[in-house]
């Protein structure tokens, strides 16, 4: 899978590609992440990717043309299977559509900034609208990265043993089950007993009921999906 992202501040997102499970998975040719300064495709003398609102109102708002070109520079490389925009007005990302995307080939993510992008990007080039909550962050970027990870742990071969993004919290609208390792007595506190058993028909079944009980406790509304 490769993965475009467009930004003003290419080096918030150095770090959280650098390390880790998204390392790995570029070192191990299952993904290629590149980042693209959306300045270095103005073609204005001073280099700017903002104006004002037309119509007046606080916040400066990004310029087309530089994502235009930006964007119609990779489409000549290659096709993309989705342009997508982070921005809080768009379908809250799910574990469902991380699923998906993590099933496609070439992707652009878009970071807005400001009081967002023209609307005239939105109509012409993006083909998703991600929103990673109900909060506003300050730019695009911090979300880029979450969805990055959501996605890129679920392609085939990232994480070793492939079952653990399989038993993630959501893949089955479930939450995950409580877990322990070694010691199985610490302070006086134990790990329950069925999971000491070595009976894994019973492991499993205290496992899914466990699962049940939290997210009908925590978060009932997955149940009714
Ligand atoms: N940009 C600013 N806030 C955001 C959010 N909640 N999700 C995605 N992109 C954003």
Redesign the pocket.
Same mark, same amino acid.
């Given at each position: 899978m490769r993965i475009d992202i467009l930004t003003i501040l290419p080096r918030l997102l150095d770090g959280p590609f650098a390390d880790s499970i998204l390392e790995r998975a570029q070192q191990k040719n299952l993904c290629e992440i590149h980042l693209h300064n959306i300045r270095d495709h103005s073609t204005d003398k001073h280099k700017s990717v903002d104006d004002y609102q037309f119509g007046g109102g606080a916040g400066m708002v990004m310029m087309v043309q530089p994502i235009a070109d930006c964007i119609d520079s990779l489409k000549k490389e290659r096709t993309y299977d989705e342009i997508i925009f @982070?921005?809080?007005d %768009?379908e809250r @990302?799910e574990q469902r559509r991380c699923n998906e995307f993590s099933l496609l080939k070439n992707i652009i993510l878009l970071? &807005?900034h400001y009081k967002g992008v023209d609307q005239r990007v939105r109509e012409h080039y993006i083909t998703k609208e /991600? !929103? /990673? %909550?109900?909060?506003? @962050? !300050? %730019? &695009?970027e /911090?979300?880029?990265a979450v969805l990055v990870d959501s996605v890129v742990r679920l392609i085939p071969g990232v994480i070793n043993d492939e079952t653990s993004a399989l038993t993630d919290s959501f893949q089955d609208n479930l939450l995950a089950p409580p877990v322990y390792t070694r010691p199985a007595e610490y302070n006086g506190w134990k790990v329950p007993e069925i999971l000491t058993s070595g009976n894994f028909k019973l492991i499993e079944d205290w496992r899914m009921e466990q699962a049940y009980r939290k997210t009908k406790e925590r978060r009932p509304d997955l149940l009714n999906q």
């Amino acid at each position: 899978m490769r993965i475009d992202i467009l930004t003003i501040l290419p080096r918030l997102l150095d770090g959280p590609f650098a390390d880790s499970i998204l390392e790995r998975a570029q070192q191990k040719n299952l993904c290629e992440i590149h980042l693209h300064n959306i300045r270095d495709h103005s073609t204005d003398k001073h280099k700017s990717v903002d104006d004002y609102q037309f119509g007046g109102g606080a916040g400066m708002v990004m310029m087309v043309q530089p994502i235009a070109d930006c964007i119609d520079s990779l489409k000549k490389e290659r096709t993309y299977d989705e342009i997508i925009f @982070l921005t809080p007005d %768009g379908e809250r @990302l799910e574990q469902r559509r991380c699923n998906e995307f993590s099933l496609l080939k070439n992707i652009i993510l878009l970071c &807005g900034h400001y009081k967002g992008v023209d609307q005239r990007v939105r109509e012409h080039y993006i083909t998703k609208e /991600i !929103s /990673i %909550g109900d909060y506003v @962050l !300050s %730019g &695009g970027e /911090i979300a880029a990265a979450v969805l990055v990870d959501s996605v890129v742990r679920l392609i085939p071969g990232v994480i070793n043993d492939e079952t653990s993004a399989l038993t993630d919290s959501f893949q089955d609208n479930l939450l995950a089950p409580p877990v322990y390792t070694r010691p199985a007595e610490y302070n006086g506190w134990k790990v329950p007993e069925i999971l000491t058993s070595g009976n894994f028909k019973l492991i499993e079944d205290w496992r899914m009921e466990q699962a049940y009980r939290k997210t009908k406790e925590r978060r009932p509304d997955l149940l009714n999906q």
